[in-house]
């Protein structure tokens, strides 16, 4: 199974972004999906994770302005970007933990630029 996650592009500042992550096979047993970035020069970091009752949690600097979201049945995730700003720019990871599997997307480059 493997995480395919499309969405990001160039998008001014204040502008709105939808990241989209979608899994290529039937994944059981997801304890939690989320989803990551990393910008140049610094390590990756969590932006927004879901649970399996549907809990969230969002780091800081995104509260208020990200949502994550889940399709169960198509085993998908979604983080929409709100108020977007030249921090957020980087490259964003998927990522699903079940019981059995920690898998990774492959990356989708947000950049956030006048």
């Known amino acids: 199974v493997q995480l395919q996650a499309s969405g990001g592009g160039l998008v001014q500042p204040g502008g709105s972004l939808r990241l989209s992550c979608a899994a290529s096979?039937?994944?059981?047993?997801?304890?939690?999906m989320g989803w990551y970035r990393q910008a140049p020069g610094k390590q990756r970091e969590l932006v927004a994770i879901?649970?399996?009752?549907?809990?969230?949690n969002y780091a800081d600097s995104v509260k208020g302005r990200f949502t994550i979201s889940r399709d169960s049945a198509k085993n998908s995730i979604y983080l929409r970007l709100n108020s977007l700003k030249p921090e957020d720019t980087a490259v964003y990871y998927c990522?699903?933990?079940?019981?059995?599997?920690?898998?990774w997307g492959q990356g989708t480059q947000v950049t956030v630029s006048s």
């Open positions: 096979g039937s994944i059981f047993g997801i304890s939690s």
């Open positions: 990522n699903v933990v079940s019981f059995s599997l920690n898998l």
């Open positions: 879901i649970t399996s009752d549907d809990s969230t």
